[in-house]
């Protein structure tokens, strides 16, 4: 079998809600410079850059792709193409996209699925567990790849490891919906148990192959509306009626968990998905736990991030906060409940309030 | 002796720097609707209007000349005179400038002095507490109203009450300093003691005279200062060499505490001092404990004040914050750190951001 190079194809699709101000409608996390100089989908580009790989590939909504295309050009990253979805349909429908998409491009390509808003800090590790995966997926297997916990998270879901097919892959025993905090401990203290981050590698036809064992009707949609797409400067737009018509579905509900043939490589990355101020906090973090950007003036205040776009911002006394300022709009939230401030963004569409979202 | 009415005297020097940024030195919190619709200073003068009052006098900085003058046109209020001083010289040199001033406007009058930044939610209640401390004015006594304490206040100075010398009206057995909590406790479980909260009833020769006794120099420098002034418009502008050259002492340490001739009046008139955001909440603080104003969305959260003047404010998980957004500057303070605010305050000055104070 003559393999060629990895398509690293990046879904740029999500909201980023629970990172609001931040994270806005136009603007979502994984445009944004959340972590390092360089926005997320920046990085993610750049970290599937090099001799194993050809030019990502972009799934994203129909504002988001003149923003890809400016990234990419300002760190002159090429552009393999920009795949743009009418609507949000999970993943699933991306993943047969992206199938379709690679074989036409590049018939001996595998296929490497990833987010484009998650951070990774040690890029060449995850390089080297991609050319782990390699032959797994040469052999048919839908790869993923498990991150080594650091600690009893509830939420992510787990993949347990089976025995070993190749050196650095492993059968998966058991996908594990998201635990409570003692299953969790559980599986931590046991061991052989990583966070499913939702990064596969595949070639297009085990894909297609297991998707239209379990779920035929996504590859007829999915491929109508990528057959019947419209092309206009090196944009693919996918039909908008076939693809309302696709079922939303996941990519690990719909094929990694009813498959015989996943694997899974386990991953020390220095991974975070950047889900929450939590997690931002967690990763940028240096003086009294502080982690500070933009015109702040903190007083006996620690464990709190604190960033805004402009307006001076003064703490007294806090710890554990996040205090976030952009464009406008405030955020005062307890770091240990960010994961609530999606309900503002709740709030703010309950209201109409477009334009803060 | 033939007494006229009450000249309220209503000093308007405060900065009010552990209200930021909600009070800002061009506009400090006496010029503010901290509490009410109506400005303090607009509070104020509307509590010492009526039967028994001449138009108040205001003593205050160049600055705030305009506005207050601009305050009480707006609530159809007279004003007596504006007494701008050239600098700050605390609440002697006050005295002897307002009992100067009296004794010129109407020779039988006696004096109020108040400060223009306190709250007090039973103004018909203070009147009569007034009314009830005039016998002992008019017998020389320089009268102090002792608040009754709601709990151990560590923030204020304390009066012992000592014998009856009038109805309603007693003699200072001692004034206390700021106490320890052990001590304002046993204050408390004793009875008998008062908040000092720096409100006077006396006449001008009653006070010119313990002054002269033992301040000589301060009445020397004040009356200089007030006798060369500049008059314009019905502002009278203190001569700055002279008023410079006077000592800065608090009428408290100046003459009530050695005078003989010291009473108290107690009045439980709901007062209030907004000393600090947790003031200002305990006064406002509705369902779940939070006082909000302007445009806030507030999710899971609780005994918090949350204020801004524009921009949206949004809130998750806090208990016990205060979180103020004004003319562009944001703070966010534990509610029981508030006093810290003036550290804020200061930093802002050591950084030279005047635009900002």
Chains 1, 2 share one sequence.
């Not at 920046?42 to 970290?47: D, G, H, M, V, Y």
């Not at 552009?79 to 047969?96: H, K, L, Q, S």
């Not at 911002?313 to 554990?320: A, C, K, N, P």
Request: net charge negative; with cysteine.
């Amino acid at each position: 079998m003559n393999v060629g190079k990895i398509i690293p194809v990046i879904m740029s699709g999500g909201a980023g809600s629970r990172l609001w101000p931040a994270s806005r409608q136009a603007m979502p996390k994984q445009l944004l410079p959340l972590v390092t100089e360089q926005t997320m989908v920046q990085e993610t580009a750049e970290r599937l850059s090099g001799d194993l790989f050809h030019p990502s590939v972009f799934i994203c909504n129909a504002a988001h792709a003149a923003p890809i295309r400016e990234q990419m050009k300002d760190m002159d990253m090429p552009v393999g193409a920009i795949i743009v979805e009418p609507m949000g349909r999970n993943t699933a429908p991306c993943a047969v996209v992206a199938a379709l998409h690679a074989k036409q491009s590049d018939p001996d390509a595998l296929i490497l699925l990833a987010p484009a808003d998650h951070h990774v800090t040690k890029p060449e590790a995850f390089r080297r567990s991609v050319a782990a995966a390699i032959p797994a997926a040469q052999k048919g297997c839908l790869v993923t790849f498990g991150i080594e916990p650091n600690g009893p998270e509830t939420g992510y879901g787990y993949i347990q490891q089976g025995e070993a097919i190749a050196p650095g892959a492993f059968e998966v025993e058991a996908f594990k919906e998201k635990p409570d905090r003692e299953t969790a401990q559980a599986y931590l203290d046991e061991g052989g148990y990583f966070w499913n981050a939702g990064i596969f590698l595949f070639s297009p036809e085990a894909l297609l192959s297991e998707m239209n064992k379990f779920h035929p009707e996504i590859v007829e949609k999915a491929s109508q509306a990528y057959k019947t797409a419209t092309l206009k400067s090196g944009q693919i737009d996918l039909d908008e009626a076939s693809f309302a018509a696709c079922p939303s579905e996941s990519i690990d509900y719909a094929v990694m968990e009813p498959t015989e043939n996943a694997a899974v490589v386990p991953a020390n990355i220095g991974w975070n998905d950047i889900g929450s101020f939590t997690s931002l906090h967690g990763l940028k973090k240096g003086d009294a736990g502080n982690a500070v950007k933009g015109d702040v003036i903190a007083y006996n205040t620690q464990n709190s991030l604190i960033e805004t776009d402009g307006p001076l911002v003064t703490t007294v006394g806090l710890d554990g906060l996040a205090v976030i300022v952009k464009d406008g709009s405030i955020l005062v939230a307890k770091l240990d409940a960010a994961q609530d401030v999606k309900k503002i963004v709740e709030t703010l569409k309950a209201k109409e309030r477009f334009d803060k979202l």
